[in-house]
Nanobody, 121 residues
Framework: VQLVESGGGSVQAGGSLRLSCAASGFTFDDYAIGWFRQAPGKERKGVSC????????YYSDSVKGRFTISSDNAKTTVVLQMNSLKPEDTGVYYCLAEETDYVVCPIVGSWGQGTQVTVFS
């Protein structure tokens, strides 16, 4: 299982970025896919998740109403659309995939390499 993240960058506060987590060599059939953020000097924390089994989603309180997670019909890519970005959204964003049809957010599985998001004021 290999995940490839892309879409990070630097943006002014209030701007938008679109992160992608692509499955390499497999599809996200019945997977829990999560985006996690690791800010400098802090632990990695969950931001948003989606179940490709039934479409359930999860958002942390800090991103509700600003971020949207989705999966394409082919179930090969999960996208995190990030709007109204704030400086506190800065960090390395990782995706995690776990093959399960029970939970929304993955607990174990394969991590991607991460993509840097920097929001400046």
């Amino acid at each position: 299982v290999q995940l490839v993240e892309s879409g990070g960058g630097s943006v002014q506060a209030g701007g938008s970025l679109r992160l992608s987590c692509a499955a390499s060599g497999f599809t996200f059939d019945d997977y829990a896919i999560g985006w996690f953020r690791q800010a400098p000097g802090k632990e990695r924390k969950g931001v948003s998740c989606i179940s490709t089994h039934d479409g359930r989603t999860y958002y942390s309180d800090s991103v509700k109403g600003r971020f949207t997670i989705s999966s394409d019909n082919a179930k090969t890519t999960v996208v995190l659309q990030m709007n109204s970005l704030k400086p506190e959204d800065t960090g390395v964003y990782y995706c995690l995939a776990e093959e399960t049809d029970y939970v929304v957010c993955p607990i174990v599985g394969s991590w991607g390499q991460g993509t840097q998001v920097t929001v400046f004021s």
